[in-house]
């Protein structure tokens, strides 16, 4: 009988647990829990939801330049911490001197001071519901990069290409190739630049297609006299 309550109990003790430790110190007691007990406040209690009706109460939505967070901690203070770290966190994950001095090993980390801003300044002033993003896709082309974006360039300006070729007639002059002119000036360019600059001109031309598509209904008139 005395076997057998034996393992009765290390079964029970397996099952829920071995008992504290007589030299095990209680948690200590929350103080600000006691405080608020103490004073007869619920947690939910804190804060300020200020009223339209409160007499020369300076309101939130009446002052210029609230941040969208501001009312929710006011409403909501024991909200600051947890808001606060978040912040902390942001800058831990973004300024981190590896991804700064070091190389960009996960392709995810490319340019954190602009992550950075976002995440600090744009995502905390308009609360958008996504990271924002120019959305800017360009793709060089893999020979030759450079040469190709101007080429694209010139041809959404609308400069003529062609040699000026016309039928019945010899070839223009290769002088006056327009081709052969900006082959000539993109040689003069290092090639190292080429991959950049094509990045850079390709992104040009993106930009300028969607402020067109903006402006489309704005006569060219009214643009230059805002400009």
Same mark, same amino acid.
């Given at each position: 009988m005395t076997r057998a309550l034996s393992i009765g109990l290390l079964l029970l003790t397996a099952l829920l647990g !071995?008992?504290?430790?007589?030299?095990?110190e209680a948690p200590a007691p929350d103080a600000f829990e006691a405080a608020l007990a103490a004073m007869g406040i619920g947690a939910d209690e804190l804060g300020y939801?200020?009223?339209? /009706? *409160? /007499?020369?109460?300076?309101h939130p939505k009446t002052v210029p330049y609230v941040m969208p967070f501001f009312e929710d901690l006011l409403a909501n203070p024991l909200d600051t911490y947890v808001f606060t770290r978040t912040l902390g966190? &942001? =800058?831990?994950? *973004?300024?981190?001197?590896?991804?700064l001095s070091g190389a960009r090993v996960d392709e995810k980390k490319k340019e954190t001071l602009f992550q950075l801003g976002v995440f600090l300044a744009t995502d905390r002033r308009i609360g958008g519901f996504r990271a924002y993003s120019a959305n800017l896709d360009p793709r060089p082309s893999k020979t030759d990069p450079l040469f190709h974006a101007l080429v694209r360039l010139l041809d959404r300006s609308g400069a003529d290409l062609?040699?000026?070729?016309?039928?019945?007639?010899?070839? !223009?002059?290769? !002088?006056?190739?327009?081709? !052969?002119?900006? %082959?000539?000036? =993109?040689? %003069? =360019?290092?090639?190292?630049?080429?991959?950049?600059?094509?990045?850079? &001109?390709?992104?040009?031309?993106?930009?300028?297609? *969607?402020?067109d598509r903006g402006l489309r209904d704005v006569p060219q008139r009214m643009r230059d006299d805002v400009f």
């Open positions: !071995a008992p504290p430790a007589a030299d095990e939801r200020p009223k339209a /009706s *409160w /007499s020369r109460y300076p966190n &942001v =800058v831990e994950d *973004w300024l981190d001197p590896a991804l062609t040699r000026g070729k016309t039928f019945g007639q010899a070839d !223009a002059d290769p !002088a006056k190739d327009p081709m !052969a002119d900006l %082959r000539a000036q =993109v040689d %003069r =360019v290092p090639k190292i630049l080429h991959p950049g600059l094509a990045t850079l &001109v390709l992104n040009l031309i993106d930009a300028r297609t *969607w402020i």
